[in-house]
């Protein structure tokens, strides 16, 4: 059974932060991908990498960053959190895109203060 | 790139009605799409895919039905449940990531 897991399920920080949201896959997927959900805004991508050490901006990169150094994690960093940032952020991985199905971590509910 | 709406955005029906969400999207080679239901609290998981070559595909009480020439397709929810109760995601993938509509909250009540 896949299984996509994320390092906190709720976080609270100030702004200005530096902070680190961390997912972890264990089923050797290449593809991994960082959400943000809002409500009526539905599920939008933030970043995505297809490889260790390769990332794509997704359609809401700015204010985020990102890294893959091994291939079963892939972590979003926020370099300096703002309150617009207060979101829940969903991880994702695939193992290839074109056929496979998306599995979803938990989420992390992100409050900035 | 691929633009993805998704209606209604809430619906509300009796138990043992039947449900039905709309998509469009903007992207003709889109060739997968996916239906993921994320109930409260949870994470979103798949409940149905159709790919562009089949019209149609069935899993018991759900259904999605593709029209590749309007460019949409639907999830058809029979007999609801109150544990049908959830937020509905549609997508359509973009080469290599997937678009997601904006979602839609189901209401089943007893």
């Known amino acids: 059974d896949v299984k996509v897991t994320q390092s906190s399920r709720y976080l609270v920080k100030r702004t200005g932060e530096k902070v680190f949201l961390e997912c972890v896959q264990d089923m050797d997927h290449e593809n991994m991908f960082w959400y943000r959900q809002d409500p009526g805004l539905g599920l939008r991508l933030i970043y995505f990498?297809?490889?260790?050490?390769?990332?794509e901006k997704g359609d809401i990169p700015e204010g985020y960053s990102v890294s893959r150094e091994k291939k079963e994690r892939f972590s979003l960093i926020l370099e300096s959190a703002s309150t617009n940032q207060t979101s829940m952020y969903l991880c994702?991985?695939?193992?290839?895109?074109?056929?496979?199905?998306?599995?979803f971590g938990p989420g992390t509910r992100l409050t900035v203060l | 790139g691929e633009n993805v709406e998704q209606h209604p955005s809430t619906l509300s029906v009796q138990e043992g009605d039947s449900a039905v969400i709309k998509c469009t999207y903007s992207d003709s080679a889109s060739n997968y799409f996916p239906w993921y239901k994320q109930e409260l609290g949870k994470r979103p998981q798949l409940i149905i895919d159709i790919r562009s070559n089949v019209g149609e595909k069935k899993d018991q009480r759900i259904a999605v039905t593709l029209n590749k020439t309007a460019k949409h397709f639907s999830l058809h929810i029979t007999e609801t449940q109150p544990e049908d109760s959830a937020v509905y995601f549609c997508?359509?993938?973009?080469?290599?990531?997937?678009?997601f509509g904006a979602g839609t909250r189901l209401a089943v009540h007893p």
């Open positions: 990498s297809y490889d260790v050490k390769m990332k």
């Open positions: 997508a359509a993938r973009d080469y290599n990531k997937l678009i």
């Open positions: 994702a991985s695939i193992r290839g895109v074109r056929t496979d199905t998306q599995y």
